[in-house]
Each structure stands twice: as structure tokens, then as C-alpha cells.
């Protein structure tokens, strides 16, 4: 049970601005989900032949330095790596899931919280506010982001368990509402896909599902197409990929969702509140999502 | 007995209540519509006991030692609590199940005593909130007769998500008692088979639960506490949701919990029973460090001061009785028996609150079988019955030492069969070993 | 206090949710100005909700912008218009009044409303009318799935499309279509339109603002009545 937020540029013109209009809405979803926060921020896609890993260590003294220095040494790889808090940005040639692995492998308090070329995940235990001031979210420049604000329904408040989840290359979702057949499909793409589940959260089952379905070749709006047949339960969903964007609300449609579109940007909220300080918002088209119908901007159709 | 034929066994699967049942069901290709609550053998309070005390612990001399029992509830946001003198209410129950004279009484009997009523799935009538000092309103998916002049006449707000009869179904009432008045308060055709919706029509979810809570808030000036009521479906987070969404008091419905009328594979196959959804809900109030901040009002299967006392131990604040009430009110009372065979059913089985042809006058529309229940002296049984509950409470609690009865700490409880450990958590007796904990 | 005067020459007071909490502009509107004919305008709503709820006397109440779930909250007596979108529940269990949207509504507009006149410009959203108890709803656009679930008094008209599961469990409240319902829920069925409801028809629509459109192009839904009592028969639609 959450907030959920969602800002795709149209225009390449406001994308230094993309965190100051992003961080508003955000926070404004607090009241949503008091639990935990996390954003998916697509910037700065890593030069050709170069993966995009982000990672999460509990401990603000953790040495990544000498992370990436195993991890090099181990994989013949050079790896770029930056702070943010308790996250830290890789950049390295090689494989993303060796890399993945690697580093998981190095410390079994490290987490990857996405990897791909563009995407990069942060998320945290607190409020809104805090998660979003502990990442400097306002000054973050980029083409699109996702973000998501948690009450947690059966769960763990945890940084794993918080939204967005990634659960393939530059893929990530955010769920506002309860799944309720996750159990069998978890247990279905564990077993006969190979997937690595890392929690006991329903959403992660909807963001292995749809990155199952795109790995098997369909486009992001026919994943999502096919979630409506297979995924029961409530739900709003948006998505992110590298350079697409996407709304699905479940057939019954009792959780609340809120578009808005200008020539410059898309917008998506649980709540109106979350989109009046959008530039143009009082112009803009402002509408409801139809219920099981898939909206996507960019991307391969 | 004495013509038994010990050569026939009858199967244990295929007892007699399940060969009628599938009878009953060939014959008319409709699913068992009844009311109370679960019949069937579960674990319930009765499986644990106090410890007492003797040389470790001292006790305290009956009444002459106070042992205090009175509860604040709503504290949290609303500015005007609900102040009871016994940690006991009587639980939501509609005037359309129950006769206008059985409202009547149970306001009359619980404000003698200083505690509170509930109305129910049906609306406020006058003569309950005439007669009941403290009255909390059930806001209910289906909202029949809601209005916002008696929402702001009540004393608290009880917003129904489930009861434990029931959890995930909503309620309904049969066409026997869909008489003029129920149906003009309901704004339902007379004599229809009521069905109510199962969610609220204007929120599903503790977050937006959390918007529709503002609202009743602004509608009454943040002034009245506000109750959520779940049936136990998953206790743990569905108190730890509610109290997310702005609850100031969560009720947990068990099992056991009664009902005027639903399916009988609801009541006895859906929801855990009051035992272990206790525990469960109390866990999640420590865990958001809102136990006794938020209070957790328990029903479900509260017959005794014994079984008070035991909820009380376990983390509750207080307890709702429903069924019980209505019996300390004169429901199938065996003075009726004659009566209830003539409805094919007896005295002591309630096979007869959907039908609505109560002997008693008390689940009835029927004003000849109304009148039957004299609301005064009906008040007054039920406030003994409340007493002898407080007494009984108190008793224990002065056993343990306790000047409050919410002093009483699982630490004072052993468990007689090890599910019953499991499940309140509390060491089987004799031993120090809580099944499920290391 | 800022205000002024309308072109009727009424004093005007404005509630900026600027500058002031939800909880200070709703203690006014429902407090002490309660002379009727009392004129209220409530600027940069920013899509707050609960606002305006629970008003209970002949004011008028004018909210420059979008607003969040529950606007106009069991209203009785005030007339609310709202110059953009509502949110969730707009004008739910309306006693009486009027409440007036000139754009779009989400879900649950009008529910379980029991009195008034709920009229939306835009469209409405899943689930409108729903468990309606005797107000009237006027939708110029069309209406979401679900509308008007387990009605059982008053009436929805509406000027669009009407979306899947119309009317499904319906008791005795009434529907109007102009456009198309091509999926009735279970126990909705076309009836006759008959004098007195193109009577009732003229009436809403005169109210709502559309008295010129042609009250003979609509169709009339209400409860075959068939699923009132438990039945073996109905047990498909269970």
C-alpha cells in the first residue's frame, strides 16, 4: 500500500531538472507510504560496452574502494565507482551479472539494487523527505524517473524490501496495491526461469514477471499486456526501461492513479497533490488511467 | 442407549450434522445461510490458565484493595476520548438483526454499568442512542442510513473492514426481516434477502483508508475517536496497517464472533480463532511502539471474566462481547422452548437468528415477538452479567497481584495443550517451553 | 479577510489553502457563517482532500482548481462547485444540496449519496453512483465500469458511453443513457421509457445545465429484480 510517482521528459531541454521537479512529488506521497522511499533515476547511460551497477552497503564505513578492487582484479575488469550515502555507482566493463555476482559474493551485507546502462536505484527506511535529502534527489539530471513511497502490507520494512524493484538490466517497478496469486507465479519463475528472488514481496514478483516476459522477446507494453491475464489481485503499476515508460492499472481498478501530459513531459501519481507543482500543470491534460489498459511512452513498441 | 447396536460405527467424516448438510443441500441447490458465530471445537481461552500467586508473588485483599478497571480509548488524535468504567463494550449489532426493544436494552444495560454500545450494519436509531451514554457508530461498506447528523451524535467512529464471522464477506439479512421500518432506514425494498457489499465503496486499502479517515475527522472536528474493526484474517499486519492509516483503537474480531445471518461455510471455514489473534495483533503494536497508545479492543467468544482476564493478559485493552449479551439479554432462553421447536430448532443451538421469528423478541422484526423482551429488565440483566464479568475480571487480576487490570502480563498465563502455547505464546504449563519460540 | 463581491452583489470570501490549513478553511465553511446565501471561494486547492466535506447549510462555495478525494463530503444543503477535476468519492453520501464539477471525476462519484444533485461536466470515473440511496447524478461525458454497483435509490443520467458491469445488483434506483451500454450487469435490463421519466429526464437535465438535448434519445435501465430473494436459479450470478 503506497505512493507511487512517475516523471518521463519528452524533451531533452528539462533534463537538469529532472530531480527538482521529481523530489516534490515524491515527498508529496508521504502520507501514502510513511514506511520507506525509493526513486529509479535513468541518467547518464554508460559508454558502449560498459554495464551500470548500483549497490547498497548498511555500513556508512564500508571500504568500496577495495570492492572494486577485488572485483577488478577478479574479473580483469576496471570498474569507475562513486558514493551516494550508502549507495555507490559502479561503472565497468564485463558482464552485468558476473559483476552482480562479484560483488554480492564480496560482502553478504552487499546488495545490488539494479544494474544496466542507464538506470540507477536508491531507496532507504524513512521518510520520503529524508530518503530523498540523503541522495541529493533534487539535483539529479536525467530523462525519466520512478519513485515510490511504502506502507508496507505483509512484508519487511527493509532497504531491500522498498520500491522500486529491478529484477533485469535497466528495468525497474513500483506497485501501489496487494497481489494475491505472487506465492505460485515467485515459485514458477524460480523454479523454470532461473529468476533470483531477493524478498518476500509481492512487487518483486510483478518486476520478475515483466522482465521474464521482455527477456523472452516482448515488448514492454505487451508485458504488461500479458501481466493482466496472469498477475490477480489489486494493483497500479509503473514501469521504467532504459529509454521507456509505462502505466498499467488492474481490471478492477480501485487504486487511485492520476496522468498528466504536456508536449514537454509525462506525468503519473497516486494523487493529484503529487503533480500541481509540475511547470504547465494547469494546462496540461490531466487525466485517469482506464483500467487495464497499458500506457506506454518510448521504448520499443 | 439401551437400544444402541454397538456392531454400527458412524463415520467420524460423515457425522450426522454432514450427512444432513449434504441432504439439505441436494434438496434445495442453495449454500447454508445461518447466524453466531463458529460452533465447531477450536482452542479457545479456556486452554490457558493464571498462575495466581503465593510465596514469589503477593496478592491483593478483594475489595478492600482496588483493582482498577477503567479504560481511556481514542487518545491518540481525537480531543474528546471514550472513557469506560469496565474494560467491556458490547459489540456492533444492527437494529434490523436485532429489535428496536433488544437496542434498547443493551443501551439501557452497558450505561449502567459505564461502558458503550455500537450500532450496527442498518444505522443509528433513536431509541439506542437515547438510551446509550457512550455509542459508537460503525461506519460500514454498505452505509445504509449513514448520515453525517449521526455521525457527529456518536461518541466514536468504528469503521468496519471485516468481522471475524466473516473476515472478506459482507452482511446480510433476510427478507423475514426486512420489514417496513428496517427497509426505510435501509432504503431497500421490503422483504428482500439484503446482501451488503464486501468493501467499502469509496476506499480499498489502508492508504487511501488513511484520506477516508481525514475526512471523518474534518466532518467532526478531529473530536471523535476513530475505531477500525478487522475480522482476524492476518492479524499481524492488518493491526499494523491499521494503525498506519490513523486508527486511534483497532478491533480484532476472531473466529468465534458472531453473525445475523451468512454462510455457514464463512463462519466456521474463514478467519483465526480470538486465541491466537491476540498475540498477533499485540506483536504489532509493540513493534510500532503503539501498544497501549492505539488500543486493541478483542472479540470474538468472550464469555466469562475468565476469558476477559485472559485477553487482557495477553496485550488487549479491552473486549467486545456480541452473543453473549444477547443471551444475558434472554436470548434462547429455554422458557421459549416450546416456541423454538415450532421453528425446528431448540432452545440453546441459535439455528434461529436469520429466520427472524425469534421467541425471545430479540433477533426479530416481529412486533408481537418483540414485545416479548421487556427492555427495561433486559437492561438490567445485562448489566448483572456485566458486573459479575468485571468481578470475576478483577478476581484474577487481584490473584496476580494487580491493582490494574491492565497489569496483567502473558508472564501470569500457562497453557494447557501445546497448541494453545503456540498460539498465545505462553509456556506450556509446568514446563518453560513456548512451542514455535526458542 | 480578502474577499470582495460576485456580479449578484454578495459579499465574497476567499480561503486561500495557500496560507491557511485544510483544517481552518473547513471549520469555516462549516462553522459560523452560516447566513444563508453565504459566498465562499476556496483558491489553490492543490488537490487537498476532505475539503468542503460535511457542510451543512445554504452557503455557496466556489474551489478554483482540482481537488483530492472527498470533496463536498456528505454535503447537505450547500451548493459546491468546483472549477476542475475531483478526486476519489466526490460528493459522497450527499444528503442534499448540489455539488457541480466542470471537469473529470474519479471513482466513487456520488456513492451511497442519499440526496441532491451530483452534476459532473467531464467524465466519471469507475464505480459512479455507487450504492446510491436516492440522490440524482447528471455525467455530460461518459461513466467507468461498475456505475451505480448495488444502487438502490435515485438516479444516474448519463449524456456519454457507460462503461462495463452497468448497474450490476441493482434495487430500485433509475439509469439514463444516451450513448452506448452494451454491457449490463447481472439483473440490469433495458426498460420501456415511459412520459413520466422523460419528465424526470427533462427535469435533471434542465437542472444540470443541457435542457436542449433531446430527452427521447436516451434508454432506461433498472433491476429486473430477479436476484432480490436467494434463488437456485440465480446461482450463475453469485
Redesign the interface.
Known sequence: ???IVGLYLKTSSLKDRLGAMFTPMLIEMT?????SAGVAVYHAPASEGQVKITAFHPDPGFDWAALAEAVSSDLGVTIEHHANDTHHVLISGGEAEALEDAIEDYDPLLQVMSAGTTIEIYKETGLPEEVAEKFGLKDMKGSHAVGHTR????SAVTTAGSHPFSTGLDLCLVH???LSNHNRLREHLATHRGIEFKTENDTEVAAAYVSDKMNAGRSLHEALEDSIKDLDG?YTFVVGTRDGFAVLRDPI????A?LAETDDYVAFA???????DLPGIETAK???P??AVVYSWGGRA | MSDMNWSLRESHSFDRNTIAEIRRAAQTGLYRIRGFGAKRQIPTLDDLVFLGASMSRYPLEGYREKCDTSVTLGARYASKPIQLKIPITIAGMSFGSLSANAKEALGRGASEVGTSTTTGDGGMTPEERGHSTQLVYQYLPSRYGMNPDDVRKADAIEIVVGQGAKPGGGGMLLGQKITERVAEMRTLPEGIDQRSACRHPDWTGPDDLAIKILELREITKWEKPIYIKCGAARPYYDTALAVKAGADVVVMDGMQGGTAATQDVFIEHVGLPTLAAIPLAVQALKDLDMHRKVQLIVGGGIRSGADVAKALALGADAVSIGTAALIALGDNDPAFEEDYKKLGTRAGFWEDYQDGSDPAGITTQNPELAKRLDPVKAGRRLANYLRVLTLETQTLARANGKSHVHNMEPEDLAALSVEAAAMAGVPLAGTSWIPGQS | MPGGQNSGGQNIEVLDLSLMPLRDANARLQGDAKSAGAFFKVINPRGAHALACGLDSEIEVEVEGHTGYYCAGMNKLARVVIKGNAGQGVAENMMSGEVRVTGDVSQSAGATAHGGLLVVEGNAAARCGISLKGGDIVVKGNVGHMSMFMAQAGTLVVLGDAGDALGDSLYEAQIYVRGSADNLGADCVEKELREEHREKLRDLLGKAGCSDVDVSEFKRFGSARALYNFKPDNVDAY
Open positions: 500500500m503506497c505512493g502520507d501514502r507510504g510513511p514506511d506502507m508496507a502490507t505483509e501501489n496495491g496487494s489489486f481498478a480501485c487504486k487511485p492520476v497516486s494523487e493529484y497533490r503529487a503533480l500541481v490531466v487525466w485517469e482506464e483500467p
